[in-house]
C-alpha cells in the first residue's frame, strides 16, 4: 500500500490550503480516508476523515473551515482548508483503515502545513 500526499507548505492566517492524497495498491474496500495531523509536543489527531460511503467527520477545531473529499474510483482524499489559523500548524499526515475486519490501517509520509500570523 502506498500513500502518496501533495500540497501543503506555508500559508497565511485566513487564507487556504489544499492538500491531497492518492492512495494505490490498498487491498480491500469498504475504507475509510483520511487526514490526521501533528504539531510540534502534541499527540497525533484527527482531523477529518470520509468513509466510503460518503461520511464525513472533522475535529470540531476545523468543523465548518476544512472539507473533506474523496474520489472513491481514484482512491485519492482531499483536505481544503480555508480560514486558516497560526494553531493549524502541523504536519500532515493521509490514513488509510478499516475498523472492520479484516482491520487495516496505512499512514502516508507527513507533509508541512505552517500558517504564519
Known amino acids: 500500500v502506498q500513500l502518496q500526499a501533495s500540497g501543503g507548505g506555508l500559508g497565511q492566517a485566513g487564507g487556504s490550503l489544499r492538500l491531497s492524497c492518492a492512495a494505490s495498491?490498498?487491498?480491500?474496500?469498504?475504507?475509510?480516508m483520511g487526514w490526521y495531523r501533528q504539531a510540534p509536543g502534541k499527540q497525533r489527531e484527527l482531523v477529518a476523515s470520509?468513509?466510503?460511503?460518503?461520511?464525513?467527520n472533522y475535529a470540531d477545531s476545523v468543523k465548518d473551515r476544512f472539507t473533506i473529499s474523496r474520489d472513491n474510483r481514484k482512491n485519492t482524499v482531499d483536505l481544503e482548508m480555508n480560514n486558516l489559523k497560526p494553531e493549524d500548524t502541523a504536519v500532515y499526515y493521509c490514513?488509510?483503515?478499516?475498523?472492520?475486519?479484516?482491520?487495516?490501517?496505512?499512514w502516508g509520509q507527513g507533509t508541512l502545513v505552517t500558517v504564519s500570523s
Open positions: 470520509v468513509s466510503s460511503g460518503g461520511t464525513t
Open positions: 495498491g490498498i487491498p480491500f474496500s469498504n475504507f475509510i
Open positions: 490514513n488509510v483503515r478499516r475498523t472492520v475486519t479484516p482491520l487495516f490501517t496505512s
